[in-house]
């Protein structure tokens, strides 16, 4: 069975750190790009970052720029996503899915993608 599953969710303070892993069973990600979405309470999937089947080109919403870092181990199966300088605004649910068209990692449209996993929760908070 092809899926993702998301981990590394949990509480942590403003300015505060987290790191996210994504990891693939049932298909090879060196053949496809993975982007890393959140949704916000009340609010739709927004696009956070994306790395390409090779793992040598990312992107970033500008949001998360200078703060968030995506990588990819295509042996492993994994991609993750370090997060650093937290902000309250970086708050909700954290998606990893497949890019399904030639340029999803560019637009970070989550309509390019699918293949969701559960997710996993990050709450930014005193």
């Known amino acids: 069975q092809e899926q993702l599953v998301e981990s590394g969710g949990g509480l942590v303070q403003p300015g505060g750190s987290l790191r996210l892993s994504c990891a693939a069973s049932g298909f090879s990600l060196d053949s496809w790009n993975i982007g890393w979405f959140r949704r916000a309470p009340g609010k739709g999937r927004e696009g956070v970052s994306c790395?390409?089947?090779?793992?040598?080109?990312?992107y970033y919403a500008d949001s998360v720029k200078g703060r968030f870092t995506i990588s990819k181990d295509n042996g492993e199966g994994m991609v993750y996503l370090q997060m650093h300088s937290l902000k309250p605004e970086d708050t909700g649910v954290y998606y990893c899915?497949?890019?399904?068209?030639?340029?999803?990692?560019?637009?970070?449209?989550?309509?390019?993608?699918?293949?969701w996993g559960q997710g996993t929760q990050v709450t930014v908070s005193t």
């Open positions: 790395i390409n089947e090779s793992g040598r080109e990312t």
């Open positions: 899915g497949r890019d399904y068209s030639d340029y999803g990692c560019q637009t970070l449209d989550a309509q390019s993608f699918s293949s």
